[in-house]
């Protein structure tokens, strides 16, 4: 019923930028909170922002003051601006948003997109 589509993960080298969109479709009424998560091989699912509809953010220690969630409620969208990336924020970034529709409120995932930062 939701779809999340993913885009923009890639290889960088450390230092540099990605920018992670994500869009939401499907029978969406409203979106209460969209965030990203990541993991890596062996380790649980992770925080890593996430964004409310009022636009408060939060994030995981080890990204602050580099990584900036920002959406645009109108499009159902949300973005991670990646800056000064590190090797250990090598993982598979999931795009996630809470979901209401016209029937069940329900957490949606994307597929995921790669991101390798090498050193």
């Known amino acids: 019923q939701v779809q999340l589509v993913e885009s923009g993960g890639g290889l960088v080298q450390a230092g540099g930028s990605l920018r992670l969109s994500c869009a939401a479709s499907g029978s969406i009424v409203t979106i209460h909170v969209m965030g990203w998560y990541r993991q890596t091989p062996g380790k649980q699912r992770e925080l890593v922002a996430s964004?409310?509809?009022?636009?408060?953010?939060i994030y995981a220690d080890s990204v602050k003051g580099r990584f900036s969630v920002s959406r645009d409620n109108a499009k159902n969208t949300v973005s991670l601006q990646m800056n000064s990336l590190k090797p250990e924020d090598t993982a598979v970034y999931y795009c996630?948003?809470?979901?209401?529709?016209?029937?069940?409120?329900?957490?949606?995932w994307g597929q995921g997109t790669q991101v390798t930062v090498s050193s």
């Open positions: 964004v409310n509809s009022d636009g408060r953010a």
């Open positions: 996630n948003a809470d979901v209401h529709t016209r029937t069940a409120l329900y957490s949606a």
